[in-house]
């Protein structure tokens, strides 16, 4: 007669996020031509990849000039993702569903990104490259309509952030929202009148 084995279970939350750790791999790009021959092949001709998304563009040019038919190419990016693991939730403790945070990632004009920081007081150039040519949202992941992602602090009452849908984005001078939690003295560090999900309700890993 087998004897019987008790396990014992723990939800946790996995939560897939852009790595943005120092220690994280870079970013990085990478053009290819997309142009087909006269045998319905690609050219498949790319250029070095790197860090700076400048350079794969100046090589496209580049290889038009070599090739004045070849105008179809493809950016390929990069870009480290990982996963983190928390602990057990109160929220699984008590058998709810504890909120995720959205992390979906915008690509905002990096040029009124940098104008926009300028005009807000920030110094664009003591930024990581990474975080002013992306944008993640910080709202719940269920939301409606559009990502909203921080970019700074103006002053006490008022934080820059952009809101995006697609490829449209808006960069919005707006209040924090500030509610505080109901067993710790953290504060929301979303804006006032987000869309439902306090910063503090969200998964631990989410949107830090």
Same mark, same amino acid.
């Given at each position: 007669m087998s004897t019987p084995t008790r396990r014992? @279970?723990?939800?946790?939350?996995?939560?897939? *996020?852009?790595d943005r750790d120092d220690d994280a791999a870079p970013t990085t790009? $990478? @053009?290819r031509c997309l142009t087909l021959g006269d045998d319905d092949t690609e050219c498949a001709a790319k250029s070095p990849t790197g860090k700076d998304p400048g350079e794969p563009q100046r090589w496209a040019f580049d290889h038009m000039r070599q090739h004045p038919e070849? $105008?179809?190419y493809a950016e390929v990016i990069e870009r480290p993702w990982v996963m983190w693991l928390g602990g057990p939730t109160r929220s699984a403790e008590r058998g709810e569903r504890r909120? *995720?945070?959205?992390? =979906?990632? /915008? *690509? +905002? +004009?990096?040029d009124e990104v940098l104008r926009q920081l *300028?005009?807000? %007081? =920030?110094? +664009?150039?003591e930024l990581p490259l990474c975080e002013l040519r992306t944008a993640v949202c910080e709202l719940e992941a269920e939301? %409606? /309509? $559009? #990502?909203? %992602?921080? !970019?700074?602090e103006i002053d006490p009452r008022t934080q820059l952030w952009v809101r995006w849908q697609g490829d449209s984005h808006e960069f919005v001078r !707006?209040?924090?929202?500030?509610?505080?939690?109901?067993?710790?003295?953290?504060?929301c560090h979303l804006f $006032? /009148? #987000?869309?439902p999900g306090h910063s503090w309700e969200m998964a631990e890993t989410s949107c830090d």
């Open positions: 014992e @279970f723990a939800y946790v939350d996995w939560v897939l *996020r852009p790009y $990478t @053009f070849h $105008t179809s909120m *995720r945070c959205c992390d =979906e990632v /915008g *690509r +905002p +004009p990096l *300028r005009n807000a %007081g =920030e110094d +664009p150039a939301h %409606g /309509g $559009t #990502h909203a %992602g921080y !970019l700074c !707006l209040a924090p929202c500030e509610a505080p939690a109901d067993s710790s003295d953290d504060v $006032t /009148g #987000h869309a």
